[in-house]
């Protein structure tokens, strides 16, 4: 059975950073591509970063670009994600997902899911 659990995250202030690191079992990172999914406060889930499946490749929503870096460890079959100089429009609910078949960029692409961490930017 596939499992992932988010943490890190919490409440800092505008400008510092955050590490977000989701544990997984059960299936190896190097499976699928896998990426972080947030859902700020009374919006829809929203992609942030994919890294694909050989871990070449990377793509990040604008906003984040330059500041957040997603990133893996095969040998802990974890991701991360590293977010720094971080602003209150981060706020939100972070979660990591395996993705299935499709646009990386579409939540209803991705099959396995972690229960989320919470991060809030106060200004």
């Known amino acids: 059975q596939v499992h992932l659990v988010e943490s890190g995250g919490g409440l800092v202030r505008a400008g510092d950073s955050l590490r977000l690191s989701c544990a997984v079992s059960?299936?190896?990172?190097?499976?699928?591509?896998m990426a972080w999914f947030r859902q700020p406060p009374g919006k829809e889930r929203e992609y942030v970063a994919v890294?694909?499946?050989?871990?070449?490749?990377?793509y990040y929503r604008d906003s984040v670009k330059g500041r957040f870096t997603i990133s893996r460890d095969n040998a802990e079959n974890a991701l991360y994600l590293q977010m720094n100089d971080l602003k209150p429009e981060d706020t939100a609910v972070y979660y990591c997902?395996?993705?299935?078949?499709?646009?990386?960029?579409?939540?209803?692409?991705?099959?396995?899911w972690g229960q989320g961490t919470q991060v809030t930017v106060s200004s």
């Open positions: 997902a395996f993705h299935a078949i499709g646009s990386y960029f579409d939540s209803e692409e991705y099959d396995h």
């Open positions: 059960g299936r190896a990172v190097t499976r699928n591509p």
């Open positions: 890294i694909s499946k050989n871990g070449e490749n990377k």
